[in-house]
């Protein structure tokens, strides 16, 4: 039978209702990529050597997609009121799993602390040494390198953060952040140099068209939580494209740490495993969020805003659903040319794309029906019987992201006054 559902081009393509609730599922699967890494990397180059990882890739890539977000939405500034709105749409920093709290004293204090930390949850039970290297070795210079973006006189410090004492304490963490001309401010990092010249640090997403109904911008109050059916259907696809965007950017400096540590066949092949856990429970999450069906016309839908996929300015990707169902990615785009996700994928590593596909359903394999040096098409059919989870899969599902559920919480509240 000939489908007839319209798979959507773009994020734009989506109603405002079903925007407002993949936000948050964007920014929760941009977080859970490091668990979906950090097995791999501990793998080949130890505790030590995944901190360092995570370390690299993080001050490679949060100052150029926070200050992408602040000129998208509007609310660049040079103060504590826009570090904090930077967190808000952080995939560093997913709301309510990473459930961040603020005060705000004047323009060049402020604080904040953690009522839930879903990443101190996975970690914990590893023992005090992984916490500690979570919680100090990678938060001290990453907090500071974000908040460059914003200001280069800005310190993160913090007042208290595990490993917990007593076990049972909150909240989590409590952190400064104070502005000051004589703070010095850190080093600019190698890598973000080298990211910053990527095409995904520069290219142009859709611009926000003022008209219609809800919030265009956040010029406005820092707001205690962000409540994304607030915001308008063309602010909602910008922030869609741009947290899509920080995800490949975080594997551009997932990639360039790897490679500095091994051979560009071993980096690629652990950048290949860490997009297998990451995809598939992404577009598991993404199906049950949106209450997609498990067949085909719903595996179009989830592939059409998966974030291995998008934005659309930057991968190239052709997604058919007629008789049959056929995937094309282009080579000659932003991703092709930068090495990102949907450049990993070719017809001798399918391994990325079946664990997506498989994420709808367990019945989906994945056939190569061409490949050239311009595009590789594949066709996703219906196996018999439903295929066990990749192990890169279930190594991601450790985290208790895998199930978290979203609330709504109310109204949100000001924290300042404009």
């Known amino acids: 039978m000939v489908s007839t559902v319209k798979v959507p081009s773009s994020f734009a393509d989506l109603s405002r209702e079903d925007l407002a609730i993949l936000v948050p599922e964007l920014l929760l699967c941009g977080h859970l990529i490091d668990r979906s890494g950090m097995p791999h990397l501990i793998g080949a180059f130890g505790r030590e050597g995944m901190t360092q990882v995570a370390i690299e890739e993080w001050m490679a890539s949060s100052p150029l997609y926070t200050r992408r977000m602040q000129r998208a939405l509007g609310f660049e500034g040079d103060g504590v009121v826009t570090i904090f709105k930077g967190l808000q749409l952080d995939i560093g920093a997913p709301p309510q799993f990473m459930d961040f709290r603020y005060r705000v004293t004047d323009h060049d204090h402020g604080e904040f602390w953690l009522d839930h930390c879903g990443a101190l949850m996975d970690v914990e039970p590893m023992g005090d040494e992984y916490v500690t290297a979570m919680c100090h070795d990678i938060e001290d210079p990453t907090f500071d390198a974000t908040a460059l973006a914003t200001n280069p006189h800005a310190q993160v410090r913090p007042v208290h953060r595990p490993p917990r004492r007593p076990a ?24 973000l140099v080298t990211v910053g ?13 003022t008209g219609g109904p809800g919030q265009h911008d956040y010029a406005g109050a820092l707001l205690d939580d962000l409540r994304f059916p607030d915001f308008s259907h063309s602010a909602l696809t910008r922030i869609s494209e741009e947290v899509c965007l920080q995800q490949h950017l975080l594997t551009l400096g997932f990639l360039l740490a790897v490679r500095a540590r091994t051979d560009a066949e071993a ?25 997609l069906p498990a067949d085909l016309e719903g595996l179009a839908v989830v592939l ?81 019987p439903p295929a066990k989870e990749a192990p890169e899969v279930a190594l991601t599902r450790f985290s208790t992201g895998a199930d978290f559920a979203f609330t709504d919480r109310g109204i949100p509240l000001p924290l300042t006054v404009v």
């Open 168 to 191: 049972d304490r909150t909240p989590h963490c409590l952190w400064t952040v104070t502005i000051d001309d004589t703070n010095v401010p850190p080093p600019i990092p190698e890598g």
């Open 197 to 209: 010249e990527s095409r995904a640090a520069t290219i142009e997403l859709s611009p926000i068209d």
């Open 267 to 291: 980096a690629l092949d652990i950048a290949r495993k860490q997009l297998t856990g990451i995809a598939g429970l992404t577009s598991e999450r993404i199906r049950n969020a949106l209450g």
């Open 304 to 384: 059409a805003v998966h974030p291995a996929f998008n934005p659309r300015q930057y991968v190239d990707v052709t997604i058919t659903l007629g008789d049959r169902m056929l995937l094309t990615l282009g080579r000659n785009c932003g991703a092709g040319e930068d090495g990102a996700w949907p450049s990993m994928i070719d017809g001798e590593h399918l391994g990325p794309l079946t664990a997506l596909v498989r994420g709808v359903s367990p019945r989906f394999a994945v056939q190569v029906v061409e490949e050239t040096d311009a595009a590789l098409t594949v066709e996703i059919v219906i196996g018999e």
